[in-house]
């Protein structure tokens, strides 16, 4: 995986808009710099190589666009065409003391408008999704839901590995790198282990 995603995109790749020399190309760029997109979008390539997807999502805080980088196992789809992810929910778990808190994030289209809704759950004990709670009792500044009516496309974009999923070939999500070889991994870590275990015991023997 780290070696994947250091092919795709590393220190020598560049990103060009234009010329370079325009209004969106600067103000992409300085998205980038100040998200410091070029080492976040390789570590998180190599995620994505791993665990077989990742989603880039932006907003917006103390003035400026600002980009969340998010793991496959905190993402799940909900609406797709030809692949393409036009809804989905954000799992962003958070612990407190003993209390585990859930903030999912739904990004839908409610009649023609891009809309996100957010909600916070809270469990006592971690192992479940729990019970609804205000949103201010950890996000005082969160709207509950959010309309962008002049909205074409999700905010948000998803990355797979190009890889077929031959595990579910109607789903939209990628696979892991290695998924196919689990198998042949496990096998050989079995006979390694095998092997370790042999090597000491004959060691015991000799001595």
Known sequence: AAEMASLVFNEKCEISI??????????????????????????????????????????????????SFVTADCFIPLTWS??????????????????????????TWENGV??????????????????PVPLNTLYPNLDAVVGFPKLEKPLFVYFKPNTANNFDTQSPLGISLYAN??????????????????????KKRIF
């Open 18 to 67: 234009g010329d370079n020399e325009n209004p969106t190309a600067e103000f992409v760029h300085d998205v980038f710099k100040h998200n410091k997109f070029n080492k976040k979008f390789q570590d998180f390539l190599e995620y994505s190589f791993a665990h077989g997807g990742m989603v880039i999502k932006p907003y917006h805080e103390d003035g400026k666009v600002k980009l």
């Open 82 to 107: 030809n692949e393409t992810i036009t809804e989905g929910v954000f799992i962003n778990e958070t612990q407190k003391g003993k209390k585990k808190y859930t903030l999912l994030e739904w990004h």
């Open 114 to 131: 891009y809309t996100v809704t957010n909600e916070l759950y809270e469990s006592e004990n971690g192992n479940d999704l729990g019970k």
């Open 181 to 202: 070889a689990l198998s042949i991994m496990k096998a050989i870590d079995t006979a390694f282990d095998s092997l370790h275990r042999e090597f000491r015991l004959g």
